[in-house]
């Protein structure tokens, strides 16, 4: 809103002009208001262009005017318009990067690139007057991202905008043979390779007779389009056949030949075999097929076989490779057969087996140019070059290795001359090929680009880089980064191993240090350019960051933490402070931990007890934000939870097996006494049935034996409290009663004693101490005493039984 107001009292209009000088009239965004001697102007919805000086005008009832005058100005924010990105532009062009942008006041516009300013009146930028960037002869080194910043600095108003600088490069082909030769309907395929290099990465296209080629049975592509090979070659295919490159940046072509041999007049093998007319009929088969008596037609009319009595004939129509091979002639008659073989060879001219005829070199390093060749009967191979003879035995730097279907030149490059178009030429007595090889020199690689600095700390930085667009012709060997502080003159080296990966670590910098970097391949031929050189600083020293902590449970009441490797801030940490508590209690405990320690172990703790545990790092720059950790430890455990604790799983496993076989052991053992069965049981019994039925040398011996073989009668004792007849049993076995006597812990008791005593009276010998036999038996098997009466009217074995027992 402005208004006027004057002194005139006899004023008979008051009138409003705008900065272009028209009168002012009401309308939606205008108002004016006339109250006597003032008026006021009114602006809706005002915007920059609004902006200038306002005229008011004053004209009395004389005629006369006056005016007065009233500036306007509207202030803007920082408004950023046509900032596209990315913005694109082709290598080699004068690129302006666009950063349109508007404020009231003024902006002052600044360019950034990897972080530096971009000043102005440089070789490589301008500053426009439009606040444009314009970069001269834009290259693939100067991608990247660039930042355009606005300031109002009367208001401190600021504000950027990122714009990413793509590059786009032309097309360029590399087509490593530009001419074939071919025969036709022989069956043969041929394989054009035509690579392309740019970016972004060209689509390719192949083109004969201005119409693009579509794969088909007859035309397969490969690798993208750089490969096309025709199969099936016919007398038509011949001709030239176009290349085509395209991206953002351009196109380019290269035509390639093709020539076909024409159709040679079809070539017939006639086998024949006449044999005795009165005895044979005869029939030739192929290869494969035994053919007797049988007419022969091939189904695509290529063979056919024709015979009459006595004589059969086999024609092959275009014989190709296929046909190579032995066939068999079978004639049968009723008296029996008769069989003949033939071979039938084919000759054909040299046909080379390779597609690689692009070699590269450089002066003094020796390359093999190889000229495979296959044919038949075998070709004669010469090298030519400029029209003359290479020699066999070679010339001062060119050496000829031949061997079968093979030979080899060997160059060595001494100076320019020795570089160009090599001819192999293979000749038999079929006819003659020729192909052509092509020794390039090779340059040493371009430069990468696109160098960016990332993973940044106070002494390790990690450089990562985009690879060359071209190698030189020669595969790129390493890559070489090469960095200094800013303030030496010194660079320092560090060579890549292999080319696998675009990245590098740079280590043992110094901290808050600006370096200066910058890389460059290498490849057989040296050392490429070197890229643009990038700056970054190291960061400073500082604290270490919080420490990084893994806890797990220790033996008994200790508990482990370990402490992960972490940021150190520049320098070694010293030692780390750990401080714990139990939930409950105020006061902490502290221990102090060597900072080269990847854990800490505390004890003693209480069991079943919440901890608390505050760890801090500490290097000579100060103490790290401390790292806070709770744990629980467990429960007292029992004196069985103790013992099988201290125990691998290995032992408890042990342990588990060792008792049930103990439990096995008992069960066996309660089932002999109790049951008389089980494994023991089992044992025992074939224990007395070997030892029974290899006794034999003494009568007693012998009569025990007799007795074996025949039913056994033995009275067991019936225990009881009285001691008759009426108690006893017979019981009637074919066994041994062994089972029943280990059974009985008192007889096992006794045995080993009568054992004593017939070690005593050898064998029945008598001696002043020494009992019967029958005695013994008696002692043994009912209990009785050998020198007590009792018992003596208990039934007793016989003398065979007891012969028996003993021997046992």
Known sequence: T?????????????????????????????????????????????????????RCQATDAQGQTQEATVVLEIYQKLTFRDVPSPQEFRQGDVAEVVCDVTSSPVPVIAWYYNNMEIFEDTEKFQLLSNNNLQVQRVTKADEGVYRCEARVEARGEI??????????????????????????????????????????????????????????????????????????????????????????????????????FGERTPLYATLALLVDVEAFHNALGDRTALIVCVRFQSPDGRVEVRGRRGESMLTIVGVGLSDWGRFDCEALSRIGGHQKSMFLDIEYAPKFQTNHTIFFSWEGNPVNISCDVMSNPPATMLWRRDKLTIPTEGTANMRVHNAPGRSLLEVTPMSDRDFGRYNCTA????????????????????????????????????????????????????YLVRYKDISSHDWRDVQSHGTHS??????????NTTYEVRVAAVNGKGQGEFSRTESFQTLPIREPSPPSVQGQRGVGKAYRLGLVKQDDGGMPILEYIVKYKTDKEEQWMT?????????????????????????????????????????????????????????????????????????????????????????????SRKLCSKKTATSGKSKELEEGKAAYLTPLSLVMPQHTN???????????????????????????????????????????????DSVPVHQLTDALCWGH??????????????QREQGQFCSL
């Open 2 to 54: 402005m208004s006027v107001e004057t002194r005139n009292w006899t004023l008979l209009s008051l009138d409003w002009y705008n900065p272009q000088g028209e009168r002012m009239v009401p309308s939606p965004r205008v108002a004016l208001h006339n109250e006597g001697v003032r008026s006021r102007l009114t602006l809706y919805n005002a915007n920059v262009e609004d902006a200038g000086i306002y």
């Open 159 to 260: 504000d950027f905008r990122d714009i990413i600088l793509v590059v786009n490069v032309p097309p360029v082909l590399s087509v490593p043979q530009q001419s074939f030769n071919a025969t036709a309907d022989y069956g043969e395929s041929v394989t054009f390779t035509c690579r392309a290099y740019g970016s972004p990465e060209p689509d390719v296209t192949w083109h004969r007779k201005g119409v693009e080629l579509q794969e088909s049975e007859q035309y397969v592509m490969r690798a993208r389009g750089t490969t096309l090979t025709i199969r099936n070659i016919k007398q038509d295919d011949g001709g030239s056949y176009t290349c085509k490159a395209s991206n953002k940046a351009g196109e380019v072509q290269q035509e390639i030949v093709l020539k076909v």
């Open 427 to 478: 000749r038999n007595n079929i006819g003659m090929r020729f192909q052509e090889f092509i020794l390039a020199q090779a340059d040493v690689p371009s430069n990468p680009y696109s160098v960016r600095l990332s993973s940044i700390a106070q002494r390790t930085a990690t450089v990562t880089f985009m690879k060359p667009d071209s190698h030189g012709g020669v595969p790129i060997d390493h």
């Open 502 to 511: 675009e990245f590098m670590l740079l280590t043992n910098l110094e901290p």
């Open 591 to 683: 221990k102090l931990v060597p900072g080269l320690n990847d854990f800490v172990v505390l004890q003693p703790l209480q069991w079943n007890t919440q901890y608390e545990v505050e760890i801090t790092a500490r290097n000579v720059k100060g103490l790290s934000e401390p790292t806070f950790v709770k744990f629980s430890m467990p429960q007292k455990p029992d004196i069985t939870d103790s013992l099988f604790s201290e125990l691998g799983l290995g032992a408890v496993v042990g342990l588990g097996l060792a008792g049930l076989l103990l439990l096995l052991v008992l069960v066996d053992v309660s089932c002999f006494f109790l049951r008389q069965c089980g494994l023991l049981m089992c044992i």
């Open 722 to 768: 009285t001691p008759t007849h009426q108690h006893t049993r017979r019981v009637k076995t074919n066994t041994c009663f062994l089972p029943y006597m280990c059974s009985q812990p008192l007889l096992l008791f006794r045995l080993l004693l009568m054992q004593h005593y017939r070690a005593a009276s050898v064998l029945g010998g008598k001696r002043s």
């Open 785 to 798: 005493h050998p020198w007590s009466d009792v018992g003596r009217d208990r039934h007793l074995p016989t």
